[in-house]
């Protein structure tokens, strides 16, 4: 089977960089996704993961370590408009499976 | 571009009902999936089809079928609702193959009551 750990909350104020760590545990592993959710809304695909490394896209960073089945989320230059949930996803073989997602709150 | 198309959006149903939710999408893909969410449980796998005509069992199925009878289409069918069926409904596609698979394309989301 397959599981993913991920903290359920993380504050932060606006202007700031927050870092949301997920590790996994699974068979026949492919590569890590992230997804932002807001409330209400569907998930949107942010980054993918299918090799060590550091992958940006604006604001936002995502790095994966396949040996240590970590990976994690960074946004910088935190903005209100980021407070949301945020769910990292595995791939093996043809099923994505998602994390339990990280409330991410941005204080002014 | 509509991506893809949830329909209905909301919906109340008595127990023992039934239903189908559509889920279309317009961007040729291979593979179709349908998940549930529920608060503080994130996204459960239900049923999944990696091409038309075939489909497959997911992490929660039971209670659930699915019919993909056209590329584009993914049905998933409710025969009998229970009120632990209340939930929020998502249908997500995604390309074959590689990367490709690592990036879902979801609906806006069914929100099913059931009472």
């Known amino acids: 089977g397959q599981s993913l750990e991920q903290p359920s909350e993380v504050t932060a104020v606006e202007g700031a960089i927050v870092q949301i760590n997920c590790t996994y545990q699974?068979?026949?592993?492919?590569?890590l996704s992230w997804y932002q959710q807001h409330d209400g809304g569907a998930p949107t695909f942010l980054s993918y993961?299918?090799?060590?490394g550091l992958e940006e896209t604006g604001r936002f960073s995502s790095f994966l370590s396949r040996s240590d089945s970590y990976g994690y989320l960074l946004l910088q230059e935190l903005q209100m408009k980021d407070s949301a949930s945020y769910f990292c996803?595995?791939?093996?073989?043809?099923?994505?499976?998602f994390g339990r997602g990280t409330s991410l709150i941005v204080h002014p | 571009n509509a991506g893809v198309t949830q329909t209905p959006k909301f919906r109340v149903l008595k127990t023992g009902q039934s239903m189908t939710l559509l889920c279309a999408q317009d961007?040729?893909?291979?593979?179709m999936y349908w998940y549930r969410q529920d608060p503080g449980m994130g996204l459960r796998l239900i049923h999944y089809?990696?091409?038309?005509?075939?489909?497959a069992k997911g992490e929660v199925p039971d209670g659930y079928n699915v019919s993909r009878l056209k590329k584009q289409n993914f049905l998933l069918g409710l025969e009998s609702a229970a009120p632990s069926q209340t939930s929020v409904y998502f249908c997500?596609?995604?390309?074959?193959?590689?990367?490709?698979?690592?990036?879902?394309?979801f609906g806006e989301g069914s929100r099913l009551t059931v009472l």
């Open positions: 997500a596609s995604s390309r074959s193959g590689g990367a490709a698979l690592g990036e879902l394309f």
């Open positions: 699974t068979s026949g592993f492919y590569g």
């Open positions: 993961n299918g090799l060590d």
């Open positions: 996803a595995v791939k093996g073989s043809y099923i994505p499976t």
């Open positions: 961007m040729n893909h291979e593979y």
């Open positions: 089809s990696v091409g038309e005509g075939t489909t």
